[in-house]
């Protein structure tokens, strides 16, 4: 397995073609398959629900990373699961009791993620590292993609490196906003092992998501 697995966010895909762009990053080399659901509300901007994921499901055998900027979100976690999400994160802020949503994934049966807005404090995870297989460092503010990369966040991810180190469990560290060859190595360099990317992975079209992607990954090379 790479060193560094890289998760395609769909949201710089074709709309209008988007079983296709899915089928094409799967076998352009993509580890997992991120999915950007935006509600208006948590977020300035809405994009796509459950029906859309389930209508994806047969394009790719890549695991789906869900990632809800939805509040609440906890109404809508068993239609992605059943939708076919095997991941899903969810961002603290979007409901007062994030022990119970994150119980309420995993007793789905699904991997569970936490996601950290810039200016969300990682202490925030203290409690419930026992129940996480993925933690997401938003390196963007959620809502858009095409966003610059916010430095900010490299101590972040350091100081939940060594947590999650410290866990001795499995857990992913995706880093997700502003990706691109350069700041994939910074994050790659500060302990992430997961790079979300939108932009970086759709230019140019069809015909050079496989080099997109390699890019990507050779920042850990
Ligand atoms: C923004 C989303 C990101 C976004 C990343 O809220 O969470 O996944 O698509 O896009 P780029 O890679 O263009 O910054
Ligand atoms: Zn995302």
Do not use: W
């Not at 076998?27 to 994921?53: C, E, K, R, S, Y």
């Not at 809800?68 to 603290?92: N, R, T």
């Not at 932009?199 to 990507?216: C, D, M, R, S, W």
């Amino acid at each position: 397995m790479s060193k560094l697995l890289i998760s395609p966010s769909i949201l710089s895909a074709d709309f209008a073609r988007l079983g296709a762009e899915v089928a094409a990053i799967t076998h352009a080399g993509a580890d997992l398959i991120h999915i950007d659901v935006m509600d208006g509300h948590f977020v300035p901007n809405i994009t796509i629900g459950p029906q859309v994921v389930k209508a994806l499901r047969p394009h790719s055998d890549r695991p789906f990373d869900v990632h809800l900027m939805i509040a609440p979100a906890d109404p809508y976690l068993q239609a992605f699961a059943e939708a076919g999400a095997d991941i899903i994160s969810i961002h603290p802020e979007a409901g007062p009791h994030l022990h119970r949503s994150l119980q309420t994934i995993r007793n789905l049966g699904k991997k569970a993620g936490v996601v950290l807005n810039p200016s969300t404090h990682e202490s925030v995870l203290d409690h419930v590292m026992d129940m996480v297989d993925l933690i997401l460092v938003m390196s963007i503010n959620p809502g858009f993609g095409g966003q610059a990369f916010l430095p900010s966040q490299l101590g972040k991810i350091e100081t939940l490196r060594k947590m999650i180190d410290r866990t001795g469990r499995e857990i992913l560290l995706e880093v997700d906003g502003g990706v691109n060859p350069e700041t994939a190595r910074d994050c790659y360099n500060a302990g992430a092992d997961t790079l979300v990317a939108g932009t970086a992975v759709f230019k140019g079209g069809p015909e050079h998501y496989q080099a997109n992607i390699a890019a990507l990954k050779a920042a850990a090379g």
